[in-house]
């Protein structure tokens, strides 16, 4: 019995790094296979000989696996239907163009570039779409014999039908029709022997049992294209799905201009993998309801490509990091730590080995900063103050708290009672600073705001003594005298 689930495939070429629209487009074929309990298969279409690199294809697989997309068969798991990467395959691909070639829906074409060039240049020329029309549909085999005796190694085109339609049932978009007399023929070898992506598409989706195509709207005019293909080849038909494009802010298809493509940049970029997975779900799929901030296993529970429009959305950085905002609130401590580590390693703010304890306190630090993190990397960016004595005042902590001549005894006063304090956690620190206050007749204010400004240089931050309590004693001391004498300076000289 043939199985009724699903089968989709992701096929990256392995030509630069993983695109944000690509890893949109693998987001969605995944969460409907795993809805679905379905199988998602990993080909490498690399027939693009000079543009295919080995660096591309690992930046892929790095990319994939951060997202967190797996897959059940593939170049390095091996599985049923595999060689799965395009290059090895090149025996079947020709079996299937000897096929073609035979029943005469294929033909030799002995056209150098500049023939093929030349005649797309005439017919933009005179208003028609640049087609592929080549002559050598009509060779006969004496033709052909002669232009082999000259030495020419042909590519072989596929022949379209010239009248009629296309139809393309299309999951998303319903009935598309293409005009048959508008397509052109397709080559589906080079004359160097490789596969176009045309045809090796068709030929690999038939033989992986690919069930459901569901990629780029970007590629629906080659749709009715493969489907010709697969019709001469007595392939059934999968079906397809054509996804809104993710666009950048212009409303066209996102580019490097709009701002980073490669998600690479955005692990990079202090952005969690659950976060990435969720807001590229966002884009064209809509969950129904208020509800955006999805884990892993609710987008599975959830996805469904019914709810999935026509129209393309824009990638909006803002957004972005709204959704990391929410899912590092959530993400459990161990794995922020886990994440985080590297990232103040590089910043300069960590050791390379920290030891247990430091990672503890790590994790704490992170516990009491993750409601206001939009991103990994904000931390060792805005909150220095945890790591360091080397941070500036910023201008509000100046002017408000800084500049005022009452301010320099009251911290040096903090800092004494400090200094001597035993138990050194929040509880204690919020007591002795709320006594003081009451001894020096000002405000909790007066003391709580200046004293911020002192440990931190800023003026807002966590709940103040609980950051203390994460400092050492001896620092926040130093630093409330450092403050004194800062502001001291300060007022003497307004
Ligand atoms: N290798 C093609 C690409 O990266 C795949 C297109 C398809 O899904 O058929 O655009």
New binding site residues.
């Given amino acids: 019995m043939v199985s009724d689930k699903p089968r989709v ?1 992701f ?3 392995p030509t630069g790094f993983l695109h944000v629209g ?1 890893a949109h ?1 693998f987001v969605f074929n995944w969460l409907f296979a795993r809805r679905l309990g379905g199988q998602v298969v990993l080909r490498i ?1 690399d027939t693009d000989e000079l543009r295919s690199t080995p660096e591309a294809l690992d930046a892929i697989y790095d990319g994939l696996k951060w997202l967190g997309l797996d897959w059940d068969e593939g170049p390095d798991i091996g599985g049923p239907h595999g060689p799965y990467i395009q290059s090895e395959r090149l025996q079947i691909y020709n079996r299937y163009c000897d096929q073609l070639l035979a029943s005469g829906r294929a033909y030799p074409c002995y056209c150098t570039k500049e023939e093929l060039d030349q005649r797309r240049e005439e017919l933009r020329a005179a208003g028609m779409p640049p087609r592929l029309v080549c002559p050598c549909r009509e060779l006969s085999d004496d033709q052909r014999a002669a232009k082999e005796a000259e030495g020419r190694r042909p590519a072989v085109n596929f022949k379209m039908a010239e009248t009629g339609v296309t139809v393309v049932e299309d999951l998303i978009r319903g009935r598309l029709e293409f005009a048959n007399s508008e397509m052109g023929d397709v080559v589906i070898r080079k004359s160097s022997g490789y596969p176009t ?1 045309h045809f090796a ?1 068709v030929v690999d989706d038939h033989l992986m049992k690919i069930t459901h ?1 569901i ?1 780029g709207e970007d ?1 629906i005019s ?1 749709t009715p294209r493969h489907l010709q293909i697969m019709d001469a080849l007595g392939f059934e038909r999968p079906q397809h799905a054509h996804l809104p494009m993710v666009l950048g802010e212009d409303r066209t298809k996102l580019s490097k201009r709009h701002g980073a493509t490669n998600v690479a940049d955005y692990r990079e970029m202090g952005f969690l993998p659950d976060a990435m997975l969720n807001y590229l779900a966002l884009l064209g799929w809509s969950p129904g309801g208020e509800e955006e901030i999805f884990s892993r296993a609710e987008l599975i529970e959830r996805f469904d490509l019914s709810r999935v429009g026509k129209a393309g959305s824009v990638f909006e950085r803002g957004k972005l990091e709204y959704v990391n905002s929410e899912h590092i609130k959530r993400a459990p401590r161990e794995s922020l730590l886990e994440q985080m580590v590297p990232i103040f390693q590089e910043q300069g703010l960590l050791e390379q080995e920290p030891s247990a304890e430091r990672l503890e306190w790590l994790g704490r630090v992170i516990e009491l900063m993750r409601e206001r993190m939009r991103t990994l990397r904000e931390l060792g960016e805005r909150n220095r103050y945890f790591f360091t004595d080397e941070f500036d005042y910023d201008e509000k902590a100046r002017r408000k708290w800084l500049s005022r001549p009452e301010v320099p005894g009251r911290l040096r006063a903090l800092a004494d009672r400090i200094e001597t304090l035993e138990r050194y956690d929040a509880e204690s620190l919020e007591a002795l600073a709320r006594a003081l206050a009451q001894e020096l007749e000002i405000g909790t204010g007066q003391l709580f705001h200046p004293c911020r400004a002192a440990v931190t240089g800023c003026t807002v931050g966590p709940s103040l003594f609980h950051l203390m309590e994460l400092l050492d004693q001896a620092d926040v001391v130093r630093r409330l005298r450092r403050a004194a004498d800062f502001a001291e300076r300060l007022s003497q000289q307004s």
């Fill in positions: 495939r096929p990256p070429s690509n487009t279409e992506y598409v195509v990629r590629h080659n």
